[in-house]
């Protein structure tokens, strides 16, 4: 197969994803008349769908009258923006100086193997979502993770067992 | 002005003048990567570094800094060269350096810059990109490997083309030029951003390793499509035309192209091209000489004297245009001349000539970025002519331009910021208009010139009776919106009115033409600069074939004269120069009823078309590439076009093949050069009095108008309507221009058939799927289409383009403003 062959058949085969548009379009309509509407607008989206599903990002063009790629440049500019499904529960691993002279990396590989996903993965069932980071801001609890809001310091290769155990039982909604 | 010293010159520029700007003024050369003289500055590639003595301590980018009264500007010294080289250190960094095997190698900035700044060691090193290379458009080949980041192809597909097709994605080291999604590129295919790429970042794929870049001729002519005249550069070689070259500095447009413009050329070397004359020997066209088939088109053109009949195309030159109509007229003895003016150009041809005097526009493409307010009617202005899409962008973005579109459906310009889009029942323009003449007239708006004009009393007469309440009963259209619009283009010191004409609108061309220059007059807009009307041509040389009298003449029959008398047996002998009427005019039945039955056809062509097919004889003729000349773009500039490679085969330019019949029927000498017909016509057609061969230097000359308005009132009837039937549009598809695109490979790379096209409102009534196939019908036949979705027509109503043979619209449309289809799926 030709190289653009190869190419068109990967778009070809991405599947199309139906989305509820409902609640983009009240965002929209929320935001409309304001000037330099289109970050908040994003936020919106990102904060109600957990991410920006990418049919929102046609609507948002349309409506707000912004060219698709400036909408996705934005997306990809900002690191608080996902275009992918999230997991319920973040996990974020600082591999910072303080946390990678403690063993964050150890840490890390061992969230890899339990979990089965990388770095800026989700697991398959939306419940984790997995990121390296470079510092929280806390070196004295080093090595450190966070789950969501929660903090979890001097963190060990067994703790991880237990991190990933607590947040199994925890609710998805 | 502000005074500066540059390398210890001094220097006066204008207020707004940056660095750059001035020393580019004084000659000075300062390096640049990302800045463009069409683009807002963008500072982002660090190249034009200077040093300015009152800000010393930092270097400062040229291009993106005022010039200040007073400053004293460095533009090279050690240091700069220094941080220059350091530019360039970093680009080659990542770069692949595959100048071997890039097509950009000897027009690439970034090559030039690095043997002018001798960079031949790097002291950094890092792993080289590796991003995947585009290769699923046709067109455009996308190596974001080469890209230098500077943003040009995203600024001018925003700022220019408004397409908005690129973005910068991602950040820092992982940023790279790319698409929404980092998906394909699909986009209109202007191609404007290849054109002002620095690098091989983007290239032409149709010319990839056709030919190095220094190895081609570069020969300045005029785009043969639409009527905009854009001024082209063709890359010639081996007696090829490989390409169209970039040139910024060329006509009004600044070297921008569209499709057809930048991608059309290769119909000039067609494998298709006609390369030898041919006579019909029984069923079969047979080669022959040209002594033999010009001896025996002579021949029967002068045996049939006032029974023969011509239809040429605007696509020739003026001179081949004037020697064809002595030919005819002089020679033959016939005034059974018409070129599509009857179906397409009536706007020049008749409402422009009975309303200001002469066939003519009075307003000219500059206008279009001096007016305050534009109306453009019919959103086609973008499709038919995309190059004046540009400057319509321009002018809404730049000049803030108020953009009023009054169409029968919505468009891309429909998208500008601030652009209002009446859209209005299909058919209702007529009423449209003189409702808009008659809110003037009432509300007293009416300029203290229009009274003074022949005609007056009579039009506000015949307006009477077009009250606000009617206009909007038919054309849907609130009588609040129909006033307002009116006050609005009263009230506007400089108003525009921009109508595209072509054989994709018929119907009353003519009859909306007078319509709007009715309601320019009324306002006194006629002869002020930034003001009036500009009817765009659909072709290269429609205003010269308006402006030369390709009209019938007194006793004349005109187009639909000329096929009806072919049926009727009346004309005995047609001439088409350049004219597939099979294709393009409407109703094809009665078109090839039409051909078949004269008793001599006579085609000269660049291709066997429908309609050489079933030629008597077929005379194979040069394209635009292969002959000297001039054309008259709409906005009445005469411009030349140069001779760039020899005759295909042993096809004869028309001028050529006019000049031996001019000669043989009317027994003078030949003309010696086209120069002389030139000369003829300056001393005969008004308008260009005065004009040499010589004057018309690269930018050619807009040719002058003398009016003498007079208003006419015009008569609008109700449009046709059909219950539980669509109305189907016809018109222009935004790659194509006439039926000569269908051989350019380019535009049919990207559009390569016919479509219909449906609003979202059908789509979801229909359960329509894009490439659906569906059955339209009218009362002349059935034609089946694939679907186009849209979000751009109202509920009942389709359009689809005309340009094509297979499933031509023209089997279904018969010359009506709107017909009316019924459509099913096909099974």
Known sequence: MSHAAVQKKKIEEAPAEEVDLTAANAIIDKYLTLPGNLMPVLQGIQDEYGFVPPPTVALVAERLN????????????YSQFHLKPRGRYIIRVCVGTACHVQGAERIVETFFGKLGIGHAETSEDLRFTFEKVAC??????????????????????????EIIAEYNQRPMK | MVNLTIDDKQVTVAKDATIYDAAKSAGIKIPILCHDKKLHPFGGCRMCLVEVEQMKGRLIPSCTTPAT??????TSNEEIVKARKLVLELLLLKHPVDCPVCDAAGDCDLQNLTYEYGVSKNPLSDEKFRWEIDYINPLIERDMNRCVHCGKCARICDEIVSFGAYTF????????????????????????????????????????????WWAMQKVKSVCSYCGTGCQLTLGVKDNKVLTTIYDENQGFHNGQLCTRGRWGYQFVNSEKRLTTPLIRKGSALVEATWDEALALVSTKLGEAKSAAAALVTPRLTNEELFLFKKLFT???????????????????????????????????????QKCDLLLVVKSDAYETHPVIGFEINLGVKRQGVNLRIVSDKSGKLSRLPGAQTLLHTPGSELVLFNTLANIIVTEKLVDASAPLLDGYAALVTALSSCTVEKGAAVTGLTPEALVALAKEYAASEKALILMPLGLGYPGHGSALAQSLLNLAMLTGRIGKEGSGVLFMGEKNNSQGAADLGIVPGKNGKDAAGIIDGCIAGTIKALYLVGENPVVSYPDRKKVEAALSKVDFLVVQDLFLTESAAKAHVVLPACSFAEKDGTFTSLGRNVQKITKAIKPVGSSKSDYEIFNKIHAAVTGKPLYASCQALFTEISESVSGY???????????????????????????????????????????????????LSQYGEGPMMVCPEGYVEFGRADVKRLSLVEGDKVTVSSTAGSVTLKAKLGNRLSEGVVFAPYHFNDNSINSIATGAPVTWVSVAKAK
């Not at chain 2, 009264?69 to 460095?74: A, D, F, K, L, T």
């Open chain 2, 169 to 212: 994605i991602n950040r820092g080291i992982d940023a790279k030029m790319g698409t929404a999604f980092d998906g394909p590129l699909e986009c209109e295919f202007c191609g404007s951003c290849v054109s002002v790429c620095p690098v091989g970042a983007l290239l032409s794929r149709p010319f990839k390793f056709k030919a190095r």
């Open chain 2, 330 to 368: 002089e020679g033959v003895g016939s005034e059974n001349l018409d070129h599509s003016a009857g179906y397409a150009h009536a706007a020049l041809t008749d409402a422009a000539l009975k309303g200001l005097g002469e066939a003519a526009s009075p307003s000219v493409i500059a206008d279009i």
């Open chain 2, 689 to 739: 009095a005065g004009l040499t061969w010589a004057k018309l230097g690269s930018n050619g000359v807009v040719r002058p108008v003398t009016l003498s308005p007079k208003l006419v009132p015009v008569v609008a009837p109700a449009p046709t309507a059909e219950a539980g039937k669509f109305a189907l549009l016809t018109g222009s598809a935004l790659n194509h221009c006439g039926t």
């Open chain 1, 66 to 77: 912004v060219y698709p790629s400036q909408i996705y440049g934005v997306l990809t500019f």
């Open chain 1, 136 to 161: 929280l801001g806390a070196c004295g609890m080093a090595p450190l993770a966070m789950v969501n809001d929660d903090t979890f310091g001097k963190m060990t290769v067994q703790k991880v067992d």
């Open chain 2, 69 to 74: 009264e007073g400053m004293i500007v460095r």
